[in-house]
């Protein structure tokens, strides 16, 4: 038997309310129907199953024309019509499970997985239609956002268009923009703007999209669209949380903290909502934490801006430029391998790795063709005076395990006070942080150059293939 009938039962498989009414004969010729369905052998042993597969989907269609709302006849129907890419009959059986019980989600989404890759066209049909009858389903509107971001952009610009309209239904918009945010936020962040200016007095409208901003990096644009309305609006925790987040993304910690502890976590508890009051106690005692650090990395910059002597290099990514600091003082060795990697040529034209939104993009990988051999540098978060992480901070790609940090590091959209003394934090962005707010997976670090360094080399210690501690000036020249 073929291993989606299995699947699609589990996934079918009606309430009890659905049969607890019917006569006894009824779970008799169901039990007949799962048994002949058993009964099937493997494709690949008769030629002929499809046709003794299709008998059994005609008497279960039968079953089903006799008990209208029994979906064990649907499941079968469904199951073989499936098995046998009969389009017009998983589309048949399909409609019909989807108007006995709506409520079914997971059969609507092993609909949709039948069609995405034969026609996502009419998968973007189907889930359009099913969220048309479960307005509130957010696993269809994920579904429906990311195909149709994928596959047919203009009809994901087409949906939010209507909402422009006057008269359109705007708690659906707000619901569904809210999504788009979670799914595909450069998307949301353009709607939602489109959005606010159609209807600038909606306060929830203006919050989703804000969230929808803050979700795709552009925090002080979050930030200036919500002080367009009284601070005092902000009443859902929800709402005080992304208040919170858009002054704790450019270092606001202070007011960050401030603004959280306006929340009432045992009411929100009371409401039920776990998940939120999972992250705030999370985030919480990590902003207090920023509160509390963030002074001396402060006084460390100003030491930084005294001495005026710290080695500045530009990244250059499509063309435009990230001017960075880089704490010689602080970590060395790191710094020194930066310094020689990018003499080197190794970072240029390269593409980034994970861009994280709304954490980091990580860089500095390395060509296998490059010409240069491998290696590994100590980490020196344990060994030197680590430096508090912030939004723009440059920080070793740390592998947990002995002798494994790379040249790779990543820069940081949006601070990550966890990380304070767990990782090497080598640098920061001067100018530039939107640039690196804005990157794309794939784009591509066109060069790195080094524009002020100190007189002296920059020869880092670093670890060979065979994990011997070696000078950099040393491999090479091997």
């Known amino acids: 038997m073929l291993t989606i009938i299995p699947l699609l039962l589990a996934l079918l498989t009606p309430p009890a309310t659905f049969t607890s009414s019917l006569p006894t004969n009824v779970d008799q010729e169901a039990a007949a129907l799962a048994e002949a369905v058993a009964a099937l052998p493997p494709v690949d042993e008769q030629e002929d199953w499809a046709a003794a597969a299709i008998t ?6 039968a079953f089903s024309a006799k008990y209208p709302t029994d979906l064990r006849g649907l499941e079968i129907d469904t199951s073989i019509s499936v ?25 609507g989404l092993a609909w949709v997985n039948y069609w995405t890759p034969r026609d996502s066209a009419q998968a973007i049909d189907i889930l359009s239609m099913l969220l048309d009858d479960m307005p509130g389903s957010r696993l269809y509107m994920d579904r ?4 149709m971001a994928a596959t047919e952009p203009d009809r994901l610009t087409a949906r939010f268009a209507v909402f422009l309209q006057p008269g359109s239904n705007r708690e659906q918009a707000r619901l569904e923009l809210d999504q788009l945010a979670r799914t595909k936020p450069s998307y949301a962040a353009r709607f939602g ?17 804000a969230r929808a901003l803050r979700q795709s990096n552009r925090f002080s644009k979050a930030k200036q669209l919500m002080q367009s309305v009284p601070e005092s609006s902000f009443t859902d925790p929800s709402q005080l949380y992304l208040w919170s987040d858009v002054h704790f993304a450019n270092h606001e910690f202070d007011r ?51 001495r005026d002597d ?16 880089l704490f010689e003082n602080d970590s060395p060795n790191t710094v020194a391998n930066f310094i020689a990697s990018a003499d080197l040529g190794l970072y240029d034209q390269y593409p980034a790795g994970q861009v994280q939104t709304g954490f980091r993009t990580i860089m500095g990988g390395r060509h296998d063709d490059d010409g240069a051999p491998a290696w590994t540098i100590p980490d020196e978060h ?38 304070n003394g767990k990782r090497t934090t ?36 670093i670890y060979n293939e065979n994990g011997e501690e070696i000078s950099l000036k040393q491999l090479l020249n091997q």
């Open 56 to 61: 059994i989907r005609d008497q279960a269609r």
């Open 193 to 209: 703007e489109q959005l606010h200016a159609a209807f600038p007095d909606d306060l929830e409208l203006t919050v989703a999209t």
């Open 256 to 306: 960050a903290v401030e603004i959280l502890n306006q929340i009432d976590m045992d009411a929100i508890l009371d409401d039920n909502r776990i998940g939120l009051h999972r992250r705030l106690k999370f985030v919480k005692p990590l902003r207090s934490q920023a509160v509390e650090e963030w002074p001396a990395e402060l006084q460390k910059r100003s030491d930084d801006a005294l």
């Open 310 to 325: 710290n080695p500045l290099a530009i990244i250059r990514i499509g063309g435009r430029e990230v001017l960075v600091e």
């Open 426 to 461: 080598f640098g920061r962005v001067l100018t530039g942080l939107d640039v690196i707010r804005e990157m794309q997976e794939g784009d591509v670090i066109d060069s790195v150059e080094v524009i002020r360094r100190r007189p002296h080399e920059y020869d880092p210690v």
């Open 382 to 419: 344990e060994t030197t005076d680590s430096r508090a992480i912030g939004a723009g901070s440059l920080v070793s790609y740390r592998i947990s395990r002995p002798k494994a940090t790379t040249g790779e590091f990543f820069i940081l959209h949006f601070p990550a006070i966890h990380l």
């Open 83 to 107: 098995a046998i890419k009969d389009d017009d009959g998983v589309n048949a059986a399909f409609s019909q499970v989807m108007a006995i019980a709506p409520e079914m989600t997971g059969a």
């Open 144 to 147: 429906l956002f990311k195909l």
